[in-house]
Structures are given as structure tokens and as C-alpha cells.
């Protein structure tokens, strides 16, 4: 119980201070100091976008926003001078004598709520946007982890859960309890066989009457729904892995069939080659210059993170920054201070 108290505490010290910085940024942006700082644009990452339902324990809320917040940031980016262009042509702007910055959209994973509520959205604000597709959960065969975990947790009080030395009983019972949990076993996937403490997870869910497959079918687009999503030419596909592991911790071989094997996924879809790959989570353990070279190799011309900048004439075309719409400080104030870059500035490493 201790424990997860901390956790509470020091997630509600780092979301008070990420806070701090965007206002503070927000004023900066406002006063047009470091008016450098956005360099020639960005590209946004988001994941769900659907109408906010409460929920008592949410530790994915950071993954949502709202259409109208959608809506309101397209406004207020194109209000402060940012013009929007598709990710194929990334490459293009960062080489032409058109200094007004650029913004890109994606979102990641192909989430049924891409196609109802953020499509109308883009076709309205006339802004072209990439989807991410995650070829296992289009065919059904593979599972997301972090939301078949926050339906377990939810609905127990204590589950029994193997971190490789044998079941043992986690509390679940009070929200604090909850996010230790779910801070604990996240950390385990992310520690060593994703694949597998992903299988034992998904035992684990069975155990309680969860079907992590039936989740993945209720919450991401199949073949049909992203041919619906393509019939808007503001929108396209991208590849984002068969499985949705972290492709720094797989091998050699395995890091390049998944990545072939997600691209043929598209290709299949769509009739031709996507150009733009994301790695799945995107952060710097998740991510090396291996798998730089490969996606490169495999004839990508773009490839996103998830950390965080501003895009320069100098970016590396397949280590690029991306900026979180965090469903968590859904603003338009923040909004500015995101678009103004100056938040790279001040925690070049953290912010967004």
C-alpha cells in the first residue's frame, strides 16, 4: 500500500510539474521570445480519439483526447502559423525554401475510433493524416496489453500474475494499489520477453473472464474499417510492426520479419508500399540505430519516435520526433506552448 501511495505521489509531482513548464511556455510562446525555438514544424502522435467516459481507474487516459479538443488544436495550430501536409511529404518541406512551419498528424495502432470520431474531424479542418497499423491486431492475433491490463485491474481486487518465479497474488483493491500494479507488471513487459509476459497476462486475464482478443476486435479497425478510413484522401497507412513489440529488444532476424511482415500487411490493403514506419513506443529504450538502418534498409522513407521535438532541416528521416497529444492537459494554451517548441528547450529530453 505504501508503495503504490509513492506512486501516486510522485506521478501527481511530475504531472504538476510537466504543468508548470507548458504555462510557462504557454507565456513565453505568447510574448513570441524564442520565436527559433519550432525550428521548421512538427509532427503530433495520437492514439485514441473518442467522447471521454469516467472511469475510476484510467492509466491510459494520457492516450485519448476528445474530437472537440481534435478540433480546437487544428484551430489554434493553424492560427499560429502552422500550415499541414502529409507525413509522404515530409521530406520535401524539410528541403524547400518554404520557412512557414509544417505540422504532421498520426496516430498510432488504428483504433476504431480513428475512423468515427477523428476522421470527421480531419475531413472538416481539411488536414491529411497518417494511421499507424498494427497488422496483428487487424487479423485478430495479437493483443494490447495496457488496455486487457487496466480491464483486469479494474475489475478485481486481487489477481495472481507470474514474473517468471511463480504466481504470486498482486492487490488491486484501492486506486492506489491499482496503479502499482499496473506500473509493475507494464514494467515487466518492458524488462525482458515482451512476448511472453504478454502471454502471461493474457492467462491471467482468461483466469477472470477477460478475452484480451475480444479487445482487440472491439477496440481496432480490421481490413474492412481502415479500407473505409482510405477512402478519405486526406488519409493514409503506415506500418507499425506485427506485434507491437519493442523492436530494440528483438533480434536481427525477428526485428526484420516483423517489419517486412507489417509493410506487406499495408501493401495488402492499400495496393502499394507504405512509406512511413513508426516504432512501436517509440522511446529511446525502445528504439536504436540498428533498427534505424533497418527500417531504411527495408526501404522506409520516413520513420517517428515518440520522443519528443521540433523537426530541423537536419533531422534524421528515420529517427523522427514527435509531439503527444496528451490526453491529459487537453488545452488550447498547451497547444501553443507545445507548437512553440520552447518546451524542448526547457526539458529537451521530457517534454510533451
Known sequence: MKQGFAGLVRYHVKRTAIT??????????????????????????????????????????HLEITPEFLEEAIVTLRRDGYRFVPLEELSACLGSADTRPFACFTLDDGYRNNLDHALPVFERQDVPFTVFVTAG????????????????????????????????????ESLAEKQAAFNRI???VHAGDEARAVAS?????????????????????????LRNLIRSPLASLGSHMISHRALARLGDREARREI????????????RRPSSFAYPYGDRPAVSPRDHRLVADLGFAVAVTTQPGMLSDAANLHALPRISLNGRFQAARYVTALGSGIPFRIFPRGAG
Open 201 to 225: 497476462l493474457n492467462r491471467a486475464a482468461g483466469r477472470h473472464g477477460i478475452d484480451p482478443l475480444a479487445i482487440t476486435e472491439r477496440l481496432t479497425l480490421d481490413e474492412a474499417g
Open 260 to 271: 517486412s511482415g507489417s509493410a506487406e500487411r499495408v501493401e495488402a490493403i492499400t495496393g
Open 137 to 172: 491486431y487487424v487479423d485478430r492475433t495479437h493483443t494490447l496489453w495496457w488496455e486487457t491490463l487496466a480491464d483486469l485491474l479494474s475489475a478485481c481486487r486481487t489477481i495472481r500474475f507470474d514474473f517468471g518465479t511463480g504466481a504470486e497474488n498482486v492487490a488491486s
Open 20 to 61: 508548470g513548464g507548458l504555462e510557462a511556455a504557454h507565456l513565453l510562446a505568447r510574448t513570441r521570445l524564442l520565436g527559433e525555438a519550432r525550428g521548421r514544424g512538427a509532427i503530433f502522435t495520437l492514439h485514441h480519439v473518442r467522447p471521454k467516459v469516467r472511469r475510476a481507474f484510467d492509466p491510459n487516459a
Open 186 to 188: 507494464a514494467a515487466f
